[in-house]
């Protein structure tokens, strides 16, 4: 049985599952403790005492500023000095209790937030999950200063000023370099836009009831967020006595005189995956450079337009005969006959670059299960441009286009989403923007087409976005500031995935 993402919640859905833990018998005095025990682990192991000795924490009046309170107690009792500021006089109950102790133990709590800026660290605990009144006066003066700062800062739950149900900035927030979201992950924090208060985002769970999440999740749509379970998905293995032709056979459809070196890239990613066959389709003057470059490939010449296209597939060319087909890099606008003709295979499809562009322009879309729509935002507004003007953010925008399109909607971006057509939603939380360059989406129409053709299309997707992702990450560790170029990305494919698998081991 595959294993289950961790869920991605709303304020509401967050509320009701603490709401039915408290109710249970949960202590809400033990779950602060656990949480703060969890932090506090957290932050000795990433931030060490020797380090950074001076820690500044900031407590506001809620149950968020509790947590921090707890946190400030422990790491004083490990050793670390310890400033608090708490600009609040009306606190909850158990934070006011936390308040107290901290003061009798000893820790100093500073008037003002001046007092904290030659720490070493801080800790944002002034709000968590659920504001909705914007910051103002003196508390967002103090924020905008705070963030001028140059010490690290890492925000407990959600950094504070920052809507966690829509990622937006409530005046001003908190620019975090990293958030520890709390048991599970809020729908706010893998916005796209909120990402520059976000930092980097990591889970820290504090053991919620699988049964508590399914109750309180029964009638939404699932929201996911991929994680290394991802690596236990791909298509590794392999019956002693297969051959090629079970492994699955994939086609790959673009290129043109313009753009050479795009189909080359998704040929080199696809043959990671461990496809059986691939075959790759281009203009017939490109046919021998992409031989040059992947001899292990059968490439099929097509006839061109006169400014290097594909015009058309050759009638010898079976499309019936393979499991999943990709297009689109480097294909160009030219190539309407291409895309008109693989929408009436019903075979397994992957869209991406030109193809997505050309289908925009056809009136209606014959879609026909399964096909993967991978656009960038550019190219989602001319897929989607009535949902892009509605507004929304782009979470609820790649869910309603999957749900009108029948489709499965890959959105590209640093938070990358994944919809399918009954409204489920995955998303990556880890990537790079040292993918910013030129030719990484090619990668990834590769390795989604060559897994495609392998396994259900909902996984091959999903799978194929982290397996990208945790490539580009590793590939930055020894690239410039400057990026990861796709060669380097598709290098790294294979060893990041034998990593992988070795950690399990």
Avoid at 110 to 139: K, N, P, Y
């Amino acid at each position: 049985m595959k294993r289950t993402f961790p869920a991605i919640v709303t304020t509401a859905e967050m509320q009701a599952i603490e709401g039915a833990m408290f109710n249970a018998g949960f202590p809400v005095p033990a779950l602060m403790e656990k949480v703060g025990q969890r932090l506090s682990d957290f932050l000795q192991r990433e931030f060490p005492r020797a380090r950074y000795p001076h820690v500044g924490v900031l407590a506001g009046p809620g149950h968020n500023g509790g947590d921090a309170l707890v946190v400030a107690r422990e790491l004083w009792h490990r050793g670390y000095g310890v400033k608090v500021w708490q600009p609040f006089e009306r606190l909850k109950p158990l934070t006011a209790d936390h308040a107290r102790y901290a003061r009798f133990l000893g820790l100093p709590f500073v008037a003002a937030v001046d007092s904290l800026q030659a720490v070493d660290l801080i800790v944002d605990g002034l709000f968590g999950f659920g504001l909705e009144r914007e910051l103002t006066g003196d508390l967002a003066d103090a924020i905008a200063q705070i963030t001028t700062w140059r010490q690290p800062r890492v925000s407990i739950d959600v950094p504070s000023g920052l809507h966690s149900d829509t990622g937006a900035v409530l005046g001003t927030a908190i620019q975090a370099d990293r958030t520890l979201c709390l048991g599970l992950w809020k729908r706010g924090l893998l916005v796209e836009e909120a990402q520059p208060w976000v930092g980097q985002g990591l889970l820290i769970p504090f053991d919620i009831p699988a049964a508590v999440i399914e109750a309180a999740l029964a009638t939404a749509p699932r929201r996911y967020c991929l994680d290394a379970s991802c690596w236990q998905q791909l298509p590794l293995a392999r019956s002693p006595i297969t051959h090629k032709y079970q492994q699955g056979q994939l086609l790959l459809i673009g290129g043109s005189a313009q753009f050479g070196g795009s189909i080359v890239l998704s040929a080199l990613a696809a043959r990671c995956t461990g496809v059986g066959m691939l075959v790759v389709a281009v203009p017939q003057s490109l046919k021998s450079l992409v031989l040059s470059r992947v001899p292990d490939a059968i490439v099929v010449g097509c006839p061109e337009t006169a400014r290097g296209a594909i015009a058309r597939l050759p009638e010898s060319l079976d499309l019936g005969k393979f499991s999943a087909i990709a297009c689109g890099p480097g294909l160009t606008p030219e190539a309407v006959p291409v895309v008109e003709t693989l929408l009436r295979t019903g075979r397994s499809l992957v869209l991406d670059a030109d193809a997505l562009n050309i289908l925009a322009t056809l009136s209606p879309w014959p879609l026909l299960s399964p096909v993967i729509l991978t656009p960038h935002y550019g190219e989602f507004r001319r897929l989607f441009p009535d949902l892009v003007t509605t507004g929304g953010d782009r979470l609820a925008q790649v869910t309603a286009a999957a749900s009108r399109s029948n489709a499965i909607v890959l959105l590209k971006g640093a938070r990358t989403a994944i919809a399918s057509p009954r409204g489920d939603l995955w998303i990556n939380p880890h990537s790079t923007p040292a993918l910013a360059r030129g030719g990484s989406g090619d990668v990834l129409t590769g390795l989604i087409g060559g897994l495609v053709a392998q396994q259900e299309a909902l996984s091959a997707t999903y799978c194929g976005v982290w397996w990208h992702a945790q490539a580009g990450i590793q590939a930055e560790r020894e690239a410039t500031s400057l990026g990861v170029y796709p060669e380097q990305l598709i290098a790294h494919l294979l060893p990041t995935l034998q990593a992988a698998l070795t950690a399990r081991v």
